[in-house]
């Protein structure tokens, strides 16, 4: 039962927190989608807890083939 709770806690939490900076976002994406090469968002694998891998979204803020 904890288990769940803590789950059903997380995504509420994670869905606030998402809601009262989602007015930072949009922009911030529209100024990517604009200045970037269209791309606003790339997959990153990672490693975490116990070595499992998983998957994280993240803004795609550096141009692919730049020098630095």
């Known amino acids: 039962m904890y ?3 803590k789950v059903v806690f997380d995504v509420l939490l994670a869905l606030i927190a998402l809601a009262c900076v989602s007015w930072l976002l949009l922009p911030c ?3 990517l989608w604009c200045t970037g090469e269209h791309k606003v968002w790339y ?3 990672r490693v975490g807890y116990k070595n499992r891998m998983f998957s994280i979204f993240k803004f ?3 141009l692919k083939n730049s020098p630095n």
């Open 29 to 31: 994406m529209l100024i």
């Open 60 to 62: 795609a803020t550096m």
């Open 43 to 45: 997959l990153q694998k």
């Open 3 to 5: 288990k769940f709770l």
